[in-house]
């Protein structure tokens, strides 16, 4: 008997925590038209120079953008929520701050692409024309260099240069030394201005992906970014919900893209509407849904 009910009692248990598992399970799965989804705050890279309370408060608005044409929330903030945000630093915000530090006006228009591009030309022709100076110039500089030591060797198997050729080999070894720093100095210049034009492919593409324009080709400069460019991303990984925003410009464009990602949370696709929130490019800085954002949503709750 005692044997049977320790049985019972472990059962009892095993049932009790596989319940318990189904409740916070159940509890978890996201029923975005019944009871707000929650979210949390993740990693938010310094290098932005947004605070957390000022991130915090363009999610707010972005969910408030969801909300307001259904009247309630349809997310809420909490210590463990569901969907963790972050705000990422990489390649394509390094590069539009490296360009904006050497005075580079940079908006995500088409003129402001016709420009970038332009000016990329013109610094791809400065390259080639530097490198071929620099070529040119490290070719000579070897020449002499080999020269030299070809002489110096020379003299070293008959036991030595005479006083005055020792002269000479050494005056001539010393003039080398401000030719090879004037080298190295062009060498990083040019490293520089590799860097500039990276950058300006990284930007001119970012414009172009979202403004449906022509991509620059950019495997001259052995760039190896991929084409894929986005400001965003939803993802649903191994049960784990996230919500990455890449870039930001301005509060405007980061609310935007913020709800963009939301809208993919509640289980939206992209939307054909240019005007929409969930079109797959942003168009506009406007802070409300379009209709068919609207139509999207009711039609995936089943609200009439
Ligand atoms: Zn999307």
């Known amino acids: 008997m005692l044997k049977s009910s320790k049985t019972i009692g472990w059962k009892f248990f095993f049932l009790l925590a596989i319940l318990l598992v189904a409740i916070v399970s159940f509890m978890r799965t996201p029923k975005p038209c019944q009871e707000p989804i929650t979210y949390r705050l993740g990693k938010i890279d310094e290098r932005f120079n947004l605070s957390r309370e000022e991130f915090r408060t363009g999610i707010k608005m972005a969910t408030a953008m969801w909300g307001k044409p259904f009247s309630r929330d349809l997310f809420r903030e909490e210590a463990d929520g569901a969907i963790e945000i972050n705000l990422l630093y990489d390649y394509r915000q390094e590069a539009t701050d490296s360009l904006k530090k050497l005075n580079y006006k940079i908006d995500r ?139 930001y410009d301005n509060e405007y464009r980061l609310v935007r893209v913020l709800a963009h990602e939301f809208g993919h949370a509640l289980g939206l696709d992209h939307s054909k509407s240019d005007e929409a929130v969930m079109y797959p490019i942003i168009q506009s800085d406007s802070l409300t849904l379009a209709a068919d954002d609207i139509a999207a949503l009711k039609n995936r709750c089943k609200i009439q």
């Open 109 to 247: 228009s088409k003129s402001s692409y016709e420009e970038l591009k332009s000016r990329l030309e013109n610094l791809k022709s400065e390259f080639e024309q530097k490198k071929a100076g620099l070529t040119n110039d490290f070719n000579s500089y070897n020449a002499k260099v080999h020269a030299i030591n070809a002489e110096t060797e020379s003299w070293n198997r008959r036991g030595g240069a005479p006083q005055n050729v020792h002269q000479r080999l050494t005056k001539e070894k010393e003039e080398l030394a401000p030719l090879n720093d004037n080298l190295r100095l062009r060498q990083e210049e040019m490293k520089i201005l590799v860097d500039t034009i990276n950058s300006l492919v990284v930007v001119i593409n970012e414009i172009a992906s979202n403004n449906n324009l022509d991509l620059v080709d950019h495997k001259n400069i052995g760039n190896t970014l991929g084409r894929e460019f986005c400001e965003g991303i939803y993802e649903y990984k191994n049960g784990k919900r996230s919500i990455t925003i890449y870039q």
